[in-house]
């Protein structure tokens, strides 16, 4: 399989603290709950809950929608939150927004939770390919309509451990 870099290593990590930058100071150095969705963002959201001081509690939660390389329309639940979110802010900490469906039905669930504040924090953001009207509140790196891995990101479980993010060819 052949990939090619997109985003170093070195720009992940410089833009990752900025935002940690500007999350710490819409939440006011508030507790935020970070809600890692597994397994691909498991390396960002890392990087991110070093960078921010705020208190943070992180917390993990498991959908999923993929197999391979394409969406299987399917949102599949399989590890929920432990944490109670009610009246605290929370950040869902995904690796990357493609079509919207997995988020929304996230972002929908932790609603009827009634968190203080939800905002969604992402890596990337595909944006052309969005079948769901979904923002995020804090985007990294916005990214063409390529198939990629690393940095979290994997193809059928592989290529997680890449330290930047490449694309498939």
Same mark, same amino acid.
Do not use: W
């Given at each position: 399989?052949?990939?090619?870099? #997109?985003?170093?290593? $070195?720009?992940?990590? @410089?833009?990752?603290?900025?935002?940690?930058?500007?999350?710490?100071? /819409?939440?006011?150095?508030? +507790?935020?709950?970070?809600? %890692?969705?597994? =397994?691909?963002?498991?390396?960002?959201?890392? +990087?991110?809950?070093?960078?921010?001081?705020? &208190?943070?509690? !992180?917390?993990?939660?498991?959908?999923?929608?993929?197999?391979?390389?394409?969406?299987?329309?399917?949102?599949?639940? /399989?590890?929920?939150?432990?944490?109670?979110?009610?009246?605290? @802010?929370? !950040?869902?900490?995904?690796?990357?927004?493609?079509?919207?469906?997995?988020?929304?039905?996230?972002?929908?669930?932790?609603?009827? =939770?009634?968190?203080?504040?939800?905002?969604? %924090?992402?890596? !990337?953001?595909?944006?052309?390919?969005? $079948?769901?009207?979904?923002?995020?509140?804090?985007? %990294?790196?916005?990214? &063409? /309509?390529?198939?990629?891995?690393?940095?979290? #990101? /994997?193809?059928?479980?592989?290529?997680?451990?890449? &330290?930047?993010?490449?694309?498939? $060819?």
């Amino acid at each position: 399989m052949n990939i090619k870099e #997109l985003i170093s290593e $070195e720009k992940i990590k @410089n833009r990752i603290k900025q935002v940690a930058e500007v999350i710490q100071k /819409d939440f006011n150095n508030e +507790e935020i709950i970070l809600i %890692c969705v597994l =397994k691909g963002a498991t390396f960002f959201s890392t +990087e991110l809950a070093k960078d921010i001081t705020s &208190p943070i509690i !992180l917390d993990f939660i498991k959908v999923s929608s993929y197999k391979g390389s394409e969406s299987t329309g399917v949102i599949h639940f /399989d590890l929920n939150i432990s944490e109670e979110i009610k009246d605290k @802010n929370v !950040l869902i900490v995904e690796d990357i927004i493609d079509t919207g469906r997995t988020l929304t039905y996230l972002k929908s669930y932790l609603e009827e =939770k009634k968190p203080k504040t939800l905002k969604i %924090c992402t890596l !990337l953001d595909k944006k052309e390919r969005r $079948e769901f009207n979904l923002e995020s509140d804090y985007v %990294c790196f916005d990214i &063409p /309509d390529k198939f990629v891995v690393g940095y979290g #990101l /994997d193809y059928d479980e592989k290529y997680r451990n890449l &330290p930047y993010i490449g694309y498939i $060819e």
